[in-house]
């Protein structure tokens, strides 16, 4: 036996339990590797494991206990996590010995297949891929947080893993790479695939061509040890008996027809007819929501009682379905609805556990069988998404709550008399009490029969009161304080799995800017200088951008009344090697606002500005086009974030700054081509089919007519007004099918848009009421003391450009506007007032 090494430590936190060599070198980056285990095997293998890590130089890491490892392999919180029960980082030259010692003592043990990696050997559950050691996070051009690897010459690599094998292009494969001979397909040959439908931890989805009938067909994966229950049932069980429910359900109209069933090594298969080639949330989100109406393409009415004639055959054969979404609504070619996944359908009232969030988990009922009214209410809550694009509000433990929220959603986007029939059809579909689901349903089959007494539907009062909107910034206020203090708290920064970014977007910098907008409230001061502490003591790689990179963290440092510890060099290529980027995000235009910010505590930063300023005028920044292969491609081209919007927002800062006429030239050019693409994007927003994209901030009109307004008053041009006004009553008419509350692509981007305009207008002063009451109908809570949803309407968090802190930046600007802060409140605001220029 080894004798353990000296100074060798270990330690647990909620879910690892950690091994520290002292004899590892300094390693940011490098080839580590994973060993994969369900979580009745995970002692044994610890046990085979963990004497071999003693013999070797490497720092390691392992699920604490087999109630962890089970939660990690059912993907539900992260599909990369799945049967990576081990994780150890080896130093370069322990990595191949380690590997085939690993291989060689595990040979014959089981686990989960490991996405993100490549396997060692097909009969030891040991993987390998190139990855980040320590932890070095920056939020990349997507808003995504991104791993920083970077290489020898210089280029980044985003090292967080994913659901496919990525390895950065410096790095050299240390062992052979698997054979790459063309596979000859599913089942022996029989299958040949087409295209992917959806990619899963538990296992894939696609579409294939049988060669031998010529048909499509689709053929759905079951990955072994995925998702095992406390009684080893598996991916593989629920495929099973999902197969079982289509053979039940063999001449029911409207579902999909087993074909075949195989074994693939461990995984299984089953294989389907087409039943077509888009989801309805696809449908929805390509060509708009559906039109209330009787007959016709397209219309809500038809596709709820062709949804519900499903349903009653299925019902016929004992079956429930349990997971009625708009992701298991297939159209048929003809538009007609097909239903499928039937994984965790109850047959005679038993079946696999199993629900979605909003859908068919608030009917769900612990020891109680399954009936048919369980489905009426996934039914309704599909009609709600048709209605509107939108999902149910999921983040109240009270689905009551949630359901009074979503209703009151609904009615914020049909309004009115004439949209009454749906919004009580939805009601009585999604009432909690099943009687009064079957009477809904009832009542979808005869059109003609009396309706029960109609759901009352609570839609939230736009007018807040004075005293309900200081309560809300209070409690709000109080959230974020909560959360800087947790992100500078050193305990708590020790233990966190992923460091907290540093960014303005996503980072402590955008919660710190914010916070800086309430130092008269309690506990405010303190926090946000423990926040400035810590971020100033944070080494991370970080580009020059504003939103993404270290001008944002400089920004916040600065104006907590630190200085920033770097000195910013402009980009002279982009991520690609071309030309620097242009935007305002990450690019030269938003560089240069931040150093205009700047200027204003250190004249020396104008110079800066002034160098983005020659960058941006002579051509040698440019805007990638919006069609290029990545993040920010779904943005129109003149969008503020990533298009010409952005430029023109910081050329009419520049020249406001400066006085400069040269200046002022290039600012009137770059705003009168803005203005004149505008009507063209109103338009297209108005059609029934417009995504709700229009209306984002980043992407769309809000931030699109915020930069207009900001032209109408230094320019003096009535016309950039009236284009930013027409972009707000078009954002309007959209937010009430945004189901993000954020500043980035939702609703408090719109309402930054709203409260730019309303001084001048009491129309717009009332449509910042209405903006804070659709943030309410998202929000769980109280009404007093709402939280508010991240962009995964799950959870809170904190973040300024996806989170509280954005939300909270419009609450303080709405209570500026109509007095409820206070005019000491008001001018410690305008003493921070560098912040106000970014939208906040």
Not at 53 to 68: F, G
Not at 602 to 625: K, W
Request: charged share 20%; glycine share 10%; with cysteine.
């Amino acid at each position: 036996m080894t004798a353990p090494i000296a100074g060798r430590r270990a330690w647990s936190d909620e879910i690892w339990s950690y091994q520290h060599d002292p004899r590892m070198p300094a390693m940011e980056h490098g080839w580590k590797l994973h060993v994969s285990a369900r979580p009745g095997t995970l002692d044994a293998v610890h046990a085979v494991v963990l004497p071999l890590l003693e013999q070797h130089v490497c720092h390691a890491k392992w699920a604490r206990d087999p109630a962890t490892l089970r939660a990690l392999n059912s993907g539900t919180k992260n599909a990369a996590s799945v049967g990576k029960a081990f994780t150890i980082y080896p130093a370069p030259d322990e990595l191949r010995p380690l590997a085939h010692a690993l291989v060689t003592a595990l040979r014959g043990h089981r686990g989960p297949q490991i996405v993100s990696d490549r396997r060692l050997d097909p009969d030891a559950p040991v993987y390998y891929r190139y990855g980040p050691f320590t932890g070095d996070y920056r939020t990349g051009r997507s808003g995504r947080l991104e791993s920083v690897m970077t290489g020898p010459d210089g280029r980044v690599f985003d090292g967080l893993a994913g659901t496919a094998y990525r390895c950065p292009p410096w790095a050299e494969d240390p062992f052979a790479p698997p054979p790459s001979g063309a596979d000859p397909g599913f089942g022996g040959g029989r299958y040949r695939v087409t295209g992917g439908i959806t990619r899963k931890p538990q296992g894939n989805v696609y579409r294939a061509l049988d060669r031998t009938t010529g048909a499509p067909v689709v053929v759905k994966q079951a990955r072994a040890y995925v998702a095992e229950d406390e009684h080893g049932a598996d991916t593989r069980d629920r495929l099973r008996h999902e197969r079982a429910v289509l053979a039940l359900l063999a001449d029911t109209p409207g579902v999909p027809r087993e074909l075949d069933y195989f074994r693939h090594r461990d995984d299984e298969y089953l294989v389907m007819t087409s039943c077509g080639d888009r989801d309805l949330r696809r449908d929805v989100h390509t060509h708009g929501p559906y039109a209330e109406a009787e007959s016709g393409p397209r219309s809500l009415l038809p596709l709820a009682r062709e949804l519900l004639r499903i349903l009653d055959g299925v019902h016929r054969r004992g079956v429930v379905v349990r997971d009625l979404k708009p992701n298991n609504v297939v159209l048929a070619p003809d538009g007609r609805p097909r239903l499928i996944d039937f994984g965790t359908s109850a047959v005679r009232g038993t079946g696999p556990a199993g629900s979605t969030p909003g859908y068919s988990d608030p009917v769900v009922r612990p020891g109680v069988a399954p009936e048919p009214a369980d489905d009426y209410y996934g039914l309704g809550m599909t009609l709600y998404f048709a209605a509107t694009g939108m999902d149910p509000v999921i983040l109240d433990p009270d689905d009551a709550v949630n359901r009074e929220r979503t209703l009151a959603a609904l009615e914020f986007a049909l309004p009115g008399p004439a949209h009454r029939q749906v919004r009580t059809l939805v009601g009585q579909l999604t009432d909690l009490a099943p009687t009064v689901r079957t009477a809904g349903a009832d009542r979808l089959r005869t059109p003609s029969q009396p309706s029960s007494s109609a759901p009352k539907l609570i839609r939230s009062d736009p007018c807040l009161s004075a005293d309900l909107l200081a309560e809300i910034l209070d409690h709000t206020t109080a959230y974020c304080v909560a959360e800087a203090r947790r992100i500078a708290d050193p305990e708590l920064a020790a233990r966190a799995a992923v460091p907290t970014p540093i960014d303005l977007y996503s980072g402590s910098a955008g919660l710190g800017l914010e916070l800086l907008q309430h130092l008269d409230r309690p506990g405010v001061r303190d926090a946000v200088t423990a926040l400035a502490d810590w971020t100033s003591r944070q080494n991370r790689t970080l580009p020059a951008g504003l939103y993404s990179g270290r001008t944002g963290v400089d920004l916040f440092l600065t104006a907590a009344g630190l200085p920033p510890d770097t000195t910013i060099a402009l980009p002279t290529r982009g991520p690609d090697g071309d030309p620097p980027e242009a935007d305002l995000i990450d690019g030269v235009a938003g560089i240069g606002l931040g150093h205009l910010l700047l200027a204003r505590h250190d004249d020396r930063h104008l110079a800066v500005a002034t160098a983005c300023h020659e960058q941006l005028t002579t051509g040698r920044a440019r805007l990638t086009p919006t069609d290029a292969p990545r993040p920010g491609d779904a943005a129109l081209a003149q969008g503020l974030a990533h298009g010409d919007a952005g430029v023109a927002y910081f050329l009419l800062e520049y020249a406001r700054t400066t006085g400069d006429p040269a200046a002022l030239e290039h600012a009137h050019r770059a705003c009168a081509e803005l203005a004149a693409a505008t009507p063209a994007i109103i338009a297209a927003a108005n059609h029934p089919a417009a995504t709700r994209r229009y209306g984002s901030w980043c992407r769309g009109l809000a931030g699109i007519g915020t930069v207009l307004a900001r032209a109408a008053d230094r320019l003096d041009d009535p016309g950039c007004r009236t284009l930013a006004e027409q972009s707000a009553r078009t954002c309007l008419a959209i937010a009430p099918r945004m189901p993000l509350v954020t500043h980035c692509c939702g609703l408090a981007g719109v309402g930054t848009l709203i409260l730019e305009l309303a001084p001048a207008a009491e129309e717009f002063r009332a449509a910042a009421g209405t903006v804070a009451a659709l943030l309410r109908t998202r929000a769980a809570g109280p009404p007093s003391r709402p939280v508010f949803p991240d962009p995964g309407l799950t959870g809170p968090a904190f973040p300024y450009a996806t989170g509280t802190a954005g939300v909270l930046a419009f609450l303080r600007r709405l209570a500026d506007l109509t007095g409820t802060e206070g005019e000491g409140r008001r001018n410690e605001s305008r003493r921070q007032g560098s912040w106000d220029l970014l939208g906040g």
